[in-house]
């Protein structure tokens, strides 16, 4: 049986964070389907084309990835896919309470699907987007934090 797992978000921009979790993904299950989030409301830095295509250089190397766009209810995505199976990161205890209050919440609209958390390793565990955008945002050197497949895309900015 050829079983794959979604890992839905914004990955605005995708972080070397999101790739260890993805990489932790890929020894449970045949494949990951990294589901990128429009996500119109939180303002992305970077439009879903251009984090579809980040992701897409980020993971090249690795083999059973694929990235695609929604724009939907992510329980209706993962529905629609055929997938059974989500993962999310965990960072630190805040990253907890959210992702168990949205685990939750997904389970009430489709009870077929389970929510099955990673964490990062240590190293990666204090990086996200956000952080990487506010250090981009002041000129800062965000380098160590994200795949360097994606640098050029942050020079850009």
């Known amino acids: 049986m050829n079983k794959i797992v979604l890992y839905p978000g914004t990955f605005d921009p995708i972080t070397k964070g999101h790739v260890d979790v993805i990489l932790r993904a890929k020894k449970i299950f045949d494949k990951v389907l990294v ?11 970077f439009e879903v084309g251009k984090r579809v295509e980040m992701i897409k250089m980020a993971t090249a190397k690795y083999d059973n990835i ?3 766009p929604f724009d939907t209810l992510m329980v209706d995505f993962a529905q629609k896919e055929g997938i059974s199976a989500v993962i999310r990161g965990l960072r630190a205890v805040s990253d907890f309470e959210y992702e168990l209050q ?3 919440a ?8 389970e ?3 990673l964490m990062p390793n240590l190293k990666n565990a204090f990086i996200s987007s956000s952080v990487v955008r506010t250090i981009l945002k002041f000129g800062g050197d965000a ?3 994200v795949p360097k497949e994606i640098l050029p895309f942050l020079k850009e900015r």
């Open 35 to 45: 589901a990128v989030a429009v996500s119109k409301e939180k303002n992305p830095m």
């Open 66 to 68: 694929i990235v695609k």
């Open 102 to 104: 949205m685990g939750y």
């Open 106 to 113: 997904n389970a009430s609209l489709n009870p077929d699907i």
């Open 115 to 117: 929510t099955i958390y």
């Open 143 to 145: 380098s160590h934090l």
